[in-house]
């Protein structure tokens, strides 16, 4: 009597937790088939958010839940994937015009001894300009762009340099570069400024209507000069060239950030590849 109750219970049993587990999976089911159809149309993020709410509302729901991450490491892929394929073609892009554009300067690096070189406007090289009191713009391989200012004649001992147009003017007296020498007879005296820490000297040039003066102030002494036209025209010239080689050098880095996310997927798919089937053949084994 006994076993013959024994089995209806059982069966009771087990009817309940199917009937429990059922109505918890039906409509967890639900929410994953809508991140499904949400990750096919390509709304990853919706996609993602639904499996998020479907584990929220539905923690017993085992069995979709674990299907539900499935999928989004299948979106994780696919989104870096995106990443990689978009900052690519952005990056190929942009170097296609850094390549043109860089045809009108002139590089100065040494390869052997050098990581980094530096661009300038061939009219400012230092051989076209040896007894001239100029500035010069400069812009690294990496972007960052410099303005240096040349002198020669009687020592002044100067460290600020003063660009005006009309009544309107700019100051900076912060070099970070300072170098003075006397050379037959002739005293030499240059200051480097580094955009965006020069008193917005180079943006000022970049955009001046107009003739431009130059002050060269030190303590007593004073110099003072047009700024040559074709030297305005190098700063302007320099400061496209450093936003251009910037947005180069930031896509190449997104592209090997966005690679490098792709890549750990990838190995992390493919150790729990590994684990899945070392479990399945421990199953297997007699």
Do not use: H, W
Not at 55 to 64: C, D, E, M, N, V
């Amino acid at each position: 009597m006994k076993k013959i109750q024994f089995i209806p219970l059982f069966l009771f049993l087990a009817f309940i937790l199917s009937s429990c587990e059922k109505s918890v999976e039906e409509p967890a089911r639900i929410l994953l088939d809508k991140a499904q159809t949400l990750y096919e149309a390509g709304n990853y993020n919706s996609a993602k958010q639904t499996i998020d709410s479907m584990g929220i509302s539905f923690p017993k729901a085992y069995k979709t839940r674990r299907e539900g991450e499935i999928l989004r490491r299948r979106i994780m892929l696919d989104e870096k994937q995106r990443d990689v394929e978009y900052f690519t073609a952005l990056y190929d892009s942009l170097a296609v015009q850094r390549d043109e554009m860089v045809k009108s300067f002139t590089l100065n690096k040494n390869s052997k001894y050098q990581d980094e070189g530096f661009y300038f406007v061939p009219s400012q090289s230092l051989g076209a300009n040896p007894f001239n009191n100029f500035l010069r713009a400069i812009v690294k391989e990496s972007g960052d762009a410099y303005i240096m200012s040349y002198y020669r004649g009687n020592k002044i001992g100067y460290n600020t340099v003063k660009v005006s147009s009309g009544d309107s003017f700019v100051i900076c007296d912060a070099p970070f570069l300072s170098r003075s020498y006397k050379e037959y007879g002739v005293y030499n005296e240059r200051r480097d400024y580094k955009y965006g820490n020069d008193g917005g000297i180079m943006d000022f040039i970049a955009v001046a209507d107009g003739p431009l003066r130059v002050e060269l102030l030190g303590g007593t002494e004073k110099c003072r000069y047009t700024l040559r036209n074709e030297d305005a025209i190098a700063v302007r010239r320099i400061l496209e060239l450093s936003k251009l080689l910037k947005a180069v050098n930031e896509a190449a880095a997104m592209r090997d950030e966005a690679q490098r996310a792709l890549d750990f997927l990838l190995k992390s798919q493919e150790r729990s590849k590994q684990l899945e089937e070392k479990e399945i053949q421990n199953k297997i084994k007699p």
